[in-house]
């Protein structure tokens, strides 16, 4: 994808920063309205094509707990960064922790009471994140038991679910810290709640192909630059690369795949390196020189699927969205998206504590 064919300007930092985060919001909407669904009954309620379009539903668009512990992970983020902008050394995982304990307590969840009661933050007053939409049970689980996981010592150690990739966007966009650092913050992060390699090292590809593109990278460049540095750790995960390098291979045939191989070539998603997989194959299957047709066309590919429709939908709508900038995002999306106001809250949140 060349952003000189595109019809907008290379995007500012802020575009991208409310982009990824918006953009993924809608690809989390559209795939949550059929998340649970065979590709039989999506094709049966909304035709051949699928679901396309947010004027298909027959309510107002809502995200899933994927939007929501993305937009957690921010604010664990902003935080651990207000207390370095104060002066004061933080623990990064401890703040991100405490956020989702904070996120697991609008689910209505018991928690172990050797669990810390966090401080109210501005995110968790917003009622439109309250609601329970289909959260993960590791993620439940992992939070509940009150133990603060590690690599070392994992909460759900043989658990790969796609609930670590899913809300991992934000650490690619934190500027001016490595790449070591985004793997070691994104990854420490996943081990809160998911203890398989897998599942750490995928939240980090997707975290480092975050970074790579608001760096400037086209999209396929991001991925492969990713792929290689997480190869290149002591730690395996030999089933990403699998699913990745597929993706990319798969990606530049001169046809699309169906959605049926879709899920025999890539998996459905619901463990993290497919979501990561199937997400970046609809992104560069569909590539195009308009850009909120790109965005359009990635989408539905990304969530008419028998499988996690929001994940992949929102994984496809973050890449896109960090690359393009909020003016890719179709218009009439966001106008039929809930809580809009809220995630662009949590972006300028965010931006208020790396650019000042």
């Known amino acids: 994808m060349s952003l000189e064919a595109s019809s907008l300007a290379v995007p500012s930092f802020e575009s991208r920063v409310h982009g990824t985060l918006l953009g993924g919001a809608l690809g989390d909407a559209l795939g949550y309205a059929v998340e649970f669904d065979r590709l039989d009954a999506i094709r049966a309620r909304y035709g051949s094509a699928g679901l396309a379009s947010f004027d298909q539903l027959d309510d107002v668009g809502q995200f899933s707990d994927d939007t929501q512990m993305t937009l957690y992970t921010v604010d664990g983020l902003v935080d651990a960064l207000e207390w370095a902008n104060d002066g004061v050394a933080a623990d990064e995982i401890a703040c991100l922790w405490l956020a989702y304990l904070r996120w697991l307590a609008t689910q209505d969840v018991a928690v172990s009471p050797s669990a810390p009661v966090p401080q109210p933050r501005w995110i968790d007053g917003q009622e439109v994140l309250r609601r329970r939409r289909a959260p993960g049970n590791t993620c439940l689980s992992g939070l509940a038991s009150g133990d603060m996981g590690t690599v070392a010592r994992p909460v759900n150690p043989d658990s790969k679910g796609c609930g670590t990739v899913m809300r991992s966007a934000p650490f690619g966009l934190v500027p001016h810290i490595s790449r070591e650092a ?95 997989a199937v997400g970046l194959y609809a992104v560069l299957a569909t590539q195009c020189s308009e850009p909120t047709e790109h965005f359009r066309k990635a989408i539905a590919v990304a969530i008419n699927h028998s499988g996690d429709s929001d994940s992949t939908g929102s994984i496809a709508g973050n890449i896109l969205g960090a690359y393009y900038g909020e003016p890719a995002l179709p218009a009439e999306w966001l106008g039929a998206l809930e809580g809009t106001e809220v995630i662009r809250g949590m972006a300028d949140r965010l931006l208020a504590v790396t650019t000042g």
């Open 182 to 276: 985004v793997y070691k913050l994104s990854s420490d992060a996943a081990s809160l709640t998911h203890g398989h390699p897998s599942a750490r090292l995928s939240a980090a590809a997707f975290s480092l192909m975050i970074q790579n593109i608001v760096a400037g990278s086209d999209v396929r460049t991001a991925a492969i630059d990713a792929l290689d540095y997480v190869n290149g750790l002591p730690t395996k995960a030999p089933e990403l690369g699998d699913r990745l390098e597929a993706a990319l291979r798969l990606s530049s045939e001169p046809a699309p795949l169906s959605p049926e191989t879709l899920v025999t070539a890539l998996g459905e998603g619901w463990v993290a390196e497919e979501a990561l």
